[in-house]
C-alpha cells in the first residue's frame, strides 16, 4: 500500500465544511454526476461518457448487464446519500506485505454527516464508539481538527441476504465538528480482514489530515 497522499476537490470549495486528503489508491465515485436527475446537464454529461464504453461491448447481452450494474450502483450511491454520506471513493492497492503474494486489495471509503445532541466535542467522541454496534479496538484520539475516535466491526451477510457470506472489515473515524451539533464519519470497508491494521493506519492518516476550515490561504 502506498502512502502518496492526493487532495480531494473539496480543497477548493469554500462551502464544503470539511476538507481531506486520501492516500494515492482511492478513486472518487462522483456521486452528484450518478445521482443527477434525468434532464439536467449533469445526467447528460453522464449519459455521453458511458455511452462509447457500453457501445464498446461485444454483445447486447453483456451491453445490459453493464446498465444493470450501474443502476444497482446508482442504488447504493442513493442509499448512502440518503443517510448523510457526501464523499465515497474505491481503493485498489496490490498487497505490498511481507510473504504475500501482491494480489490486488479493494476497499470502500466515504464520508458521511451525522446530526448529533449538543455536548462537549470529547464527549461525542466517546459516546460514538460507546454506543456504536459491538465496535472493537476502539481508540481515543487528540487530532488537530479536534478530539475524535474510532472503531472497528466485522460483519458477515446473513442467508436471507442472498449475498456471499464474505466478511466484510468496517472501521469508522467519527470526528465531531466544532458546533457540537453534528459528526464526520469516516469509514473504510474491505473484505480483506487480514489487513485491518493497514487499513486502521489509513483511516487514522487520513483523519489526521481531516480539518473543519479551509487549510489553504487565499492566495
Known amino acids: ?25 482511492f ?37 445490459q448487464q453493464f446498465i444493470a450494474q450501474l443502476a444497482a450502483g446508482q442504488q447504493l450511491l442513493s442509499a448512502l446519500r440518503e443517510v448523510g454520506t457526501v464523499h465515497c471513493s474505491l481503493g485498489v492497492h496490490r498487497d505490498d506485505t511481507e510473504g504475500s503474494s501482491g494480489g490486488i486489495l479493494h476497499s470502500l471509503f466515504t464520508v458521511s454527516w451525522r446530526d448529533i445532541a449538543w455536548s462537549p466535542r470529547s464527549v461525542s467522541a466517546a459516546r460514538a464508539v460507546a454506543t456504536g454496534d459491538q465496535l472493537s479496538h476502539v481508540e481515543y484520539l487528540d487530532l488537530p481538527s479536534g478530539p475524535a475516535s474510532m472503531g472497528e466491526t466485522v460483519r458477515t451477510p446473513t442467508p436471507e441476504s442472498g ?25 473504510i470497508s474491505t473484505t480483506a480482514v487480514g489487513h485491518r491494521e493497514q487499513y486502521r493506519e489509513i483511516l487514522r492518516q487520513i483523519a489526521q489530515l481531516t480539518s473543519f476550515e479551509c487549510p489553504l490561504t487565499e492566495a
Do not use: C, K
Not at 465515485?29 to 464504453?53: F, G
Not at 449475498?163 to 469509514?187: C, F, G, K, N
Open 163 to 187: 449475498l456471499a457470506p464474505t466478511p466484510l472489515l468496517q472501521i469508522y473515524a467519527y470526528l465531531p465538528h466544532p458546533d457540537s451539533t453534528r459528526m464526520a464519519v469516516l469509514m
Open 27 to 63: 478513486t472518487e465515485v462522483p456521486i452528484d454526476a450518478l445521482l443527477a436527475p434525468p434532464s439536467s446537464p449533469e445526467a447528460n454529461r453522464l449519459r455521453e461518457a458511458i455511452a462509447p464504453l457500453a457501445e464498446a461491448f461485444p454483445d447486447g447481452v453483456t451491453r
Open 1 to 25: 500500500m502506498t502512502s502518496r497522499v492526493l487532495l480531494d476537490e473539496s480543497v477548493s470549495d469554500p462551502d464544503a465544511g470539511i476538507w481531506f486528503a486520501v492516500p494515492g489508491g
